[in-house]
């Protein structure tokens, strides 16, 4: 989470749900790549014919869904049954982001509690028929983005419908832009707050020169749920980690609310939360010392106190202590992804600068020269 969060994921969470997500990704993008070269209906291993017709009963007769059935036509509100809404898991008291963060999200729950007011008694929806409540979450992972979603649905009295892009798209084409309209239907069905993450999969900018079926149906879904959004009648809020790939057509419908890393305050509060006085300490264990390690999201810091318990445990230890905490945090930072755009920048030295300057001339690299 941007800020500060007491908990960075919701709870039944799978430990390698991200990587499924990926995986699913790259095989039904290369699916749709293969299918645009060939012209093919379906897999290879059950052909459209061989497809069984729908119905319910499971037992290989009508209605059995195996890989690789073709979808038939079915309705708006039929598609639309797969999505279904549920009790936000957290409040506004679970979260800890910065004050100007919590500032802009109150801010927005009072905006959309004002819409009968602005549209209807003032009139307004004479020129815009359809009000909507679009936010755009955007920071690093572990910053508050999704506990923040689940919290202004609570505060707003609503449901929440969880979508992302993996549960969206389609192997078929045609039926990706047909479930972001489900989706909204199922929002609306239900009066729930839609909370869609991995956004800048469905909001990036459209591609150019489409050639292959795969970028036909990328840019479909991406004009599907434009449209959808100007017609939806309620809350959605779209969350990401890569605002910067975001389709400039986008930008201007939804509120921007960015969720930054941690700072001192958070920190100490989220370490305060995750170190509940069940936990039996050592005396040596202070939060001014936890809070001072830079670099932590709140769901980091959630599992670096469950990394140094478990440690205690295994060692059959009484209390966790100082070090087991600190081994824990060094831990979790070894374990992140080194990815290729992680480059630190330094700023050159005098003499560095001197030299670039004596090789931009010419000069060689001779050091006594000014």
Known sequence: ????????????????????????????????????????????????????????????????????????????????????????????????????VMKNLVLATRIISLEQRVFDDWGLRKIEPFPRSALNFYGEPGTGKTLAA???????????????????????????????????YAAQRDGALLFIDEADSLLSRRLTNVTQGSEQAINSMRSQLLLCLERFRGVVIFATNLVKNYDRAFETRARNIQFPMPDLDCRRRIWSVHLPPELPLTSDVTLD???????????????????AALQ???????????????????????????????????????????????????????????
Not at 54 to 83: D, F, V
Not at 172 to 179: A, I, T
Not at 319 to 327: E, F, G
């Open 150 to 184: 689940h919290a202004l649905a609570a505060q707003m009295g609503r449901k929440i419908l969880l979508a992302s892009y993996a549960q969206i798209e389609s192997m078929y084409h045609g039926e990706g832009p047909k479930n972001v309209e489900a989706v909204f």
């Open 312 to 370: 205690a445990a295994l060692n059959d230890a009484s209390h966790v202590s100082r070090q087991d905490l600190l081994d824990a945090i060094e831990r979790v930072k070894a374990s992140r992804i080194k990815r290729e755009d992680d480059v630190v920048v330094h700023a050159l030295t005098q003499e560095e600068q001197k030299a670039v300057g004596r090789a931009l001339l010419g000069e060689g690299d001779d050091k006594n020269k000014p």
């Open 1 to 100: 989470m941007d800020g500060a969060v007491i908990f960075g994921e919701v709870p039944g969470e799978k430990k390698h749900e991200n990587d499924a997500v990926v995986l699913k990704t790259r095989i039904n993008t290369a699916w749709l790549h293969y299918q645009g070269k060939t012209g093919l209906a379906a897999p290879l291993y059950v052909s459209a014919e061989q497809a069984t017709p729908p119905s319910s009963n499971g037992k290989g007769e009508a209605g059995e869904k195996r890989p690789g059935c073709k979808p038939s036509g079915i309705s708006l509100e039929e598609r639309a049954a797969q999505y279904q809404s549920q009790e936000p898991h957290f409040t506004f008291e679970q979260l800890i982001v910065p004050e100007t």
């Open 289 to 307: 010392e936890l809070a001072t390690f830079e670099g932590l999201c709140g769901r980091e810091i959630r599992n670096a106190v469950i990394d």
